[in-house]
């Protein structure tokens, strides 16, 4: 299995940024791809970005797309999420997730994540 410990949430007001981290252990050799998702109170978790592990490529959500940039550190077997331009509609608990080429490492198994608050 793969280990992974978000950081970097907290509170901000709208319009600030914030970057969160995703550092990842144990059988990190089977990353083929890494993601963020999200979920606020009353709702799904959802997608937000990913990022092929070797190829850095990158999808966004529709709802993040030209604010949020997602990366990584392969060396450090770290995820990034960069998020500009906030706003209150952020606000969730996020969660990083990894995945082999057929599905999650982990399986359906979610960390605690790191929770944003953005006010208004």
């Known amino acids: 299995q793969v280990q992974l410990v978000e950081s970097g949430g907290g509170l901000v007001q709208a319009g600030g940024s914030l970057r969160l981290s995703c550092t990842a252990s144990?059988?990190?050799?089977?990353?083929?791809?890494m993601a963020w998702f999200r979920q606020a109170p009353g709702k799904e978790r959802e997608f937000v970005a990913r990022i092929s592990w070797s190829g850095g490529t990158a999808t966004y959500a529709d709802s993040v797309k030209g604010r949020f940039t997602i990366s990584r550190d392969n060396a450090k077997n770290t995820l990034y999420l960069q998020m500009n331009s906030l706003k209150p509609e952020d606000t969730a608990v996020y969660y990083c997730?990894?995945?082999?080429?057929?599905?999650?490492?982990?399986?359906?198994?979610w960390g605690q994540g790191t929770q944003v608050t953005v006010s208004s």
């Open positions: 144990g059988r990190t050799f089977s990353i083929y791809t």
């Open positions: 997730n990894a995945g082999s080429w057929v599905g999650f490492i982990n399986g359906d198994s």
